[in-house]
C-alpha cells in the first residue's frame, strides 16, 4: 500500500493515455476551471495548469483554495496531478462528472483563515503553521462505462504524514446501476447504484493520537462511563466493551476469523500499528435507500440497524488484522 504509485500498480490498473487524452496546456487549464466551476465552496488563487509530455499528466503547482465561507478552512495544495480524456473537458462544461479521472493531491494542507478574527497577523501564523507540515495525499481514480451503467474501477487513497508516522487508507469498490449521462440520471442513479464489493485497507501508525477531539469527547460521554474515573481506566472499559461487542457480532456477517481479528485490532488500542483490512461482499447489492432508515433513529442505534441491513442483504463482511510489532 506504500508504494501506491508505483509502476506495478499502475499497470495493474491498466492506466494509460486515452486516445484523444489531454495534451496541451489549453486542454489541462480548461479542465482544471470546469473542475472549479462544479462546486461553489472554494474559488481559487491564481494557477497556471501546465501539460508534462515526459509523464502525459496535467500538472497544477501550490493551489490555493479560498472557502467562499468565513468560518470554513482554506487549502494549500502543493502538486495536482490529472489525466481524463477531452471529452471529460466538455463534460465538466456542461456541469457533468467526467467519465473517467485519475486525479492526486499531493502536500494538501488545512489552513486556519481566521478570517473572522479580522487578524491579518494571525492569519499569516496559522498559514505558516500549517505550512510547516508535510501535508496529505489524495488520490481518486475511476472509470465509467456508459454501456454497463458502472464503474468499471474505482479506487479512493488518503496517506496522513505525522510527527508519529504514516496513516493511510485505500479502497476499491465495484458499483453497478451509476448513470451519468445527464443529471436526470445521475440523480435517479441515487435509487438504482448498488455496492457489490468493498475492499478497505487501513495503515495504522499514529491515526488514533491524530484524533484528540474526538477520544476527548468519547471519554468525556457520561453516558458511556463515570467521566470522573481515570481516563486510562475509561479506556480499558471502553476496550473490554468493544471486545464483548465484536465477539457477539453475527456470525452469518462476520465468520469466527474476522472477529477474532477485530478483537485482536481493539486490544491494541489506543496505539494501534499494523494494517487492518476490511472487506464487504454483497451479491444483491447495497444502495443509498438501503441506509434511508438511519435518517430518522438516533446515532446510538446506528450500529443495530447497520447490521440489520448487512443481514438482510445477505452481505459478508471479511477482516484481518497484522500487527506491526515496533515497540511504542
Known amino acids: 500500500m506504500k508504494h501506491l504509485c508505483s509502476a506495478a500498480i499502475i499497470a495493474a490498473w491498466g492506466i494509460a493515455p486515452a486516445a484523444y487524452a489531454l495534451e496541451t496546456d489549453e486542454d489541462c487549464t480548461a479542465f482544471a476551471q470546469g473542475a472549479l466551476?462544479?462546486?461553489?465552496?472554494?474559488?481559487a488563487?491564481?494557477?497556471?495548469?501546465?501539460?508534462?509530455?515526459?509523464?502525459?499528466t496535467c500538472v497544477i503547482k501550490d493551489l490555493t483554495l479560498i472557502s467562499t465561507r468565513v468560518w470554513e478552512m482554506d487549502f494549500y495544495i502543493e502538486e495536482v496531478l490529472y489525466e481524463s480524456d477531452k471529452t471529460g473537458v466538455e463534460r465538466l462544461q456542461n456541469r457533468l462528472p467526467p467519465q473517467e479521472l485519475d486525479i492526486t493531491l499531493f502536500g494538501t494542507r488545512a489552513l486556519l483563515s481566521a478570517r473572522f478574527l479580522n487578524d491579518p497577523a494571525m492569519q499569516y501564523v496559522t498559514r505558516?503553521?500549517?505550512?510547516?507540515?508535510?501535508?496529505?495525499?489524495?488520490?481518486?481514480?475511476?472509470?465509467?462505462?456508459?454501456?454497463?451503467?458502472?464503474?468499471?474501477?474505482?479506487?479512493?487513497?488518503?496517506?496522513?504524514?505525522s510527527y508519529y508516522g504514516g496513516n493511510e487508507l485505500e479502497l476499491y469498490a465495484d458499483i453497478r446501476g451509476v448513470d451519468l449521462s445527464d443529471w436526470t440520471t445521475i440523480?435517479?442513479?441515487?435509487?438504482t447504484a448498488r455496492l457489490h464489493n468493498l475492499d478497505v485497507e487501513l495503515l495504522f501508525e499514529?491515526?488514533?493520537?491524530?484524533?484528540?477531539p474526538y477520544i476527548y469527547m468519547l471519554l468525556r460521554d457520561e453516558n458511556l462511563l463515570d467521566s470522573n474515573s481515570a481516563p486510562e481506566t475509561q479506556v480499558e472499559a471502553l476496550k473490554r466493551s468493544a471486545v464483548e461487542y465484536v465477539t457477539?457480532?453475527?456470525?452469518?456477517?462476520?465468520?469466527?476469523?474476522?472477529?477474532?481479528?477485530?478483537?485482536?485490532?481493539?486490544?491494541?488500542?489506543?496505539h494501534p500499528r499494523g494494517e487492518l483490512r476490511v472487506a464487504l461482499d454483497s451479491e444483491e447489492g447495497l444502495g443509498a435507500t438501503s441506509f434511508a432508515t438511519l435518517d430518522i433513529l438516533e446515532m446510538e442505534d446506528w450500529l443495530e440497524e447497520i447490521l440489520s441491513i448487512l443481514q438482510g442483504s445477505g452481505s459478508e463482511v471479511t477482516i484481518d488484522w497484522e500487527e506491526q510489532n515496533d515497540e511504542w
Do not use: C
Not at 248 to 270: D, K, N, Q, W, Y
Open 206 to 212: 499514529g491515526m488514533f493520537e491524530n484524533a484528540v
Open 128 to 161: 505558516v503553521q500549517a505550512l510547516s507540515h508535510p501535508g496529505s495525499t489524495f488520490q481518486l481514480r475511476y472509470s465509467w462505462s456508459p454501456e454497463e451503467k458502472r464503474f468499471l474501477r474505482f479506487q479512493a487513497y488518503y496517506g496522513m504524514v
Open 187 to 191: 440523480e435517479q442513479s441515487l435509487g
Open 248 to 270: 457477539a457480532l453475527p456470525p452469518r456477517i462476520f465468520g469466527t476469523e474476522s472477529r477474532v481479528m477485530l478483537a485482536e485490532f481493539v486490544e491494541t488500542t489506543p
Open 45 to 56: 488563487d491564481p494557477f497556471e495548469a501546465r501539460y508534462d509530455p515526459s509523464d502525459e
Open 37 to 43: 466551476a462544479l462546486q461553489t465552496m472554494y474559488t
